[in-house]
């Protein structure tokens, strides 16, 4: 084993990254990438995360960093251009609708681990990317029941008379998601909120020789200046203040180029409080849910799924890992 390879849990399948891929690509799929690049290479920066990490606010606020001459040095931050391959199982040609076409430099691309549907599809990326990759993540007590909340308040929205809305109801107002099992584990995709494919992601970096970095949503936000500083040197650029500074993001919102997954009205809950937040990057204000909170059936050991705990040991393994910016 190498040193600082990651290993799962011991009574987990040895096997996790079976549960990361969907499908394997065919040649004729990644010679459709390829037009991506038909005028140059991408080498353009590349974000991976899983849900409510703050990869979208990251992502963004990189259109703000101007060189020594003022002008921009990103162009465009590409949301998530393969969910549609993921979510509706889309042809790759939908991955070229998104991004418009060719891909230069001046593009950021920030997607879910667990959107890479196969490996194939992720070692295009990884491989043409520039690096090193940019990990994001965050305390999972942390992560997951902020996705819930934010899923749970949606679906009150547009089904408050279902049958299940006093339980939803006493779920946000408790904060205490035990109640939830079934809920949580088929309607919430996927109910790891992507580990298995982040961590096999941090494999197939490992494996193949492809830099990365580790970036903490909560070393982020206590100290934004100091991880974006490391994270622009990392990337061959100097630091902009404005980065950290701004009011809005009104200036760089046109820029963000979304999918019409995302980019409908019928996904701003999801995205709006990010795109439209203002008065720059606050520090996390909650302190992780305790496990107890959590539906039994996402905690303990389980042979069928990760379970919270375990999901807490991959991410104090990762914390600790020297590619991860302090």
């Excluded at 465009?76 to 430099?105: C, K, M, N």
């Excluded at 079934?182 to 494919?197: A, F, H, I, M």
């Amino acid at each position: 084993m190498r040193d600082n390879q990651i290993m799962p849990s011991s009574h987990l399948p040895s096997v996790h990254e079976d549960r990361a891929w969907r499908f394997d690509a065919g040649t004729a799929d990644l010679a459709k990438l390829e037009e991506l690049t038909t005028a140059g290479p991408w080498n353009g920066p590349l974000i991976i995360s899983m849900p409510r990490t703050g990869s979208t606010l990251l992502g963004t606020i990189f259109l703000l960093l101007r060189d020594r001459d003022g002008e921009h040095v990103f162009d465009r931050y590409i949301h998530e251009p393969v969910a549609p391959v993921f979510w509706e199982d889309r042809p790759i040609e939908s991955i070229l609708q998104i991004t418009g076409g060719l891909l230069t430099e001046r593009d950021i691309i920030q997607e879910s681990a667990y959107q890479f549907t196969s490996k194939e599809i992720a070692r295009w990326f990884l491989r043409r990317a520039r690096h090193p990759i940019g990990f994001v993540m965050r305390h999972p007590l942390l992560a997951w029941p902020s996705r819930w909340r934010i899923m749970l308040r949606e679906w009150l929205a547009r089904d408050p008379d279902s049958s299940d809305a006093l339980t939803w109801r006493a779920a946000l107002d408790s904060n205490d998601f035990t109640n939830l099992g079934n809920t949580l584990t088929t309607r919430v995709t996927q109910p790891d909120n992507g580990w298995y494919s982040f961590i096999s992601l941090v494999d197939l970096c490992q494996q193949e020789g492809i830099e990365f970095t580790i970036i903490d949503n909560a070393r982020f936000r206590a100290g934004p200046d100091r991880i974006l500083a490391q994270l622009c040197q990392r990337w061959g650029h100097e630091y902009d203040e404005a980065m950290t500074s701004w009011q809005d993001l009104s200036e760089a919102r046109p820029r963000v180029v979304m999918s019409d997954l995302a980019a409908g009205p019928e996904y701003d809950w999801y995205y709006a409080a990010t795109l439209g937040s203002s008065g720059g990057i606050v520090r996390e204000d909650r302190e992780p849910l305790d496990a107890d909170r959590f539906p039994e059936i996402l905690r303990g050991e389980s042979d069928d799924h990760l379970t919270i705990d375990e999901a807490v040991v991959w991410y104090e393994m990762l914390l600790d890992r020297p590619e991860t910016l302090v």
